[in-house]
Nanobody, 120 residues
């Protein structure tokens, strides 16, 4: 079993910054994808940023130039640096990890979510 523990959410004023962390522990096989999603009240869950095992990164258009995803492979931890935050960034942010087993099965895991609230 794999556990994902997130931290770093909170309340910040518009224009401020936050850094989210998500540490994976347990029976870690080969990590193929680490990503951040978010879900605002009444809205669908959306992909914010993703990083693959071959160092490809992608961002939602709404966060490009403001958010940066990074990985510490030694710690199995993914970070999301969020700068120039806007009220519309308010949401629950969820960590996502996809693992590949030795028999080429893929397993998806989700963190519990951390609240980010940006005040105007």
């Amino acid at each position: 079993q794999v556990q994902l523990v997130e931290s770093g959410g909170g309340l910040v004023q518009a224009g401020g910054s936050l850094r989210l962390s998500c540490a994976a522990s347990g029976r870690i096989a080969s990590i193929t994808v680490m990503a951040w999603y978010r879900q605002a009240p009444g809205k669908q869950r959306e992909l914010v940023a993703t990083s693959t095992s071959d160092d490809n990164m992608a961002y939602a258009d709404s966060v490009k130039g403001r958010f940066t995803i990074s990985i510490d492979n030694a710690k199995n931890t993914v970070y999301l640096q969020m700068n120039s935050l806007k009220p519309e960034d308010t949401a629950i942010y969820l960590c996502f990890v996809r693992l590949k087993s030795s028999s080429s099965y893929y397993w998806d895991y989700w963190g519990q979510g951390t609240q980010v609230t940006v005040s105007s």
